[in-house]
T-cell receptor, first 112, second 114 residues
Framework: DAGVIQSPRHEVTEMGQEVTLRCKPI?????LFWYRQTMMRGLELLIY????????DSGMPEDRFSAKMPNASFSTLKIQPSEPRDSAVYFC??????????FGNGTRLTVT | AQSVTQLGSHVSVSEGALVLLRCNYS??????LFWYVQYPNQGLQLLLK??????LVKGINGFEAEFKKSETSFHLTKPSAHMSDAAEYFC????????????FGKGITLSVRP
């Protein structure tokens, strides 16, 4: 089992550019979560999916953020346009029903 | 609604000393409780979990936690700290049931002195 795979590991971009973060969940898991981690706010849940359907996106900070899950093995988190305050580590996690979350190693985003 | 409080942001102990990391929760439904550990530049890894049944839960790496409903607490302990325990520790709560949406605390950084 390769675990949750996120790409890229690091992303540096300029303000105003579009950023796409990618996630491959563990095969067979039916829940997928996107979290953001910052020093100031800790871990924040942005959005989560169940069976590829978005269930709760109340944590998505603004319309600049969007997430998709076109199939059970792939999800994206897009920020357009990016701003310096979006700089953070973004984690993807997956789980099987009520089982604990399995996290990826995260994408460290820096927006200059 | 659920919330987790982890008082303080940093704990320092000597190698071999007791580790105690505090966690208090608030939940309107019977909670599921978790401790996760995060090593530098890595994602979170599950240390242990409480769902139902025995209130003293044992996890990996010698850690354990006790669910105390009357105190709404789920403190993490380890009898003897090891240098490799230095990391950030997160307490988390979710409602019972199929929805495994977690709410995390702010995290506590554990340092271990030689």
């Amino acid at each position: 089992d390769a675990g949750v795979i996120q790409s890229p590991r690091h992303e540096v971009t300029e303000m105003g550019q579009e950023v796409t973060l990618r996630c491959k969940p563990i095969s067979g898991h039916d829940y997928l979560f996107w979290y953001r981690q910052t020093m100031m706010r800790g871990l924040e849940l942005l959005i989560y999916f169940n069976n590829n359907v978005p269930i709760d996106d109340s944590g998505m900070p603004e319309d600049r953020f969007s997430a998709k899950m076109p199939n059970a093995s792939f999800s994206t988190l897009k920020i357009q346009p990016s701003e310096p305050r979006d700089s953070a580590v973004y984690f993807c996690a997956s789980s099987l029903s009520a089982s604990p979350l399995h996290f990826g190693n995260g994408t460290r985003l820096t927006v200059t | 609604a659920q919330s987790v409080t982890q008082l303080g942001s940093h704990v320092s102990v000597s190698e071999g000393a007791l580790v105690l990391l505090r966690c208090n929760y608030s939940s309107s439904v019977p909670p599921y409780l978790f401790w996760y550990v995060q090593y530098p530049n890595q994602g979170l890894q599950l240390l242990l979990k409480y769902t139902t049944g025995a209130t003293l839960v044992k996890g990996i790496n010698g850690f354990e936690a006790e669910f105390k409903k009357s105190e709404t607490s789920f403190h993490l302990t380890k009898p003897s700290a090891h240098m490799s325990d230095a990391a950030e520790y997160f307490c988390a709560v979710s409602g019972s049931g199929a929805n495994s949406k977690l709410t995390f605390g702010k995290g506590i950084t554990l340092s271990v002195r030689p």
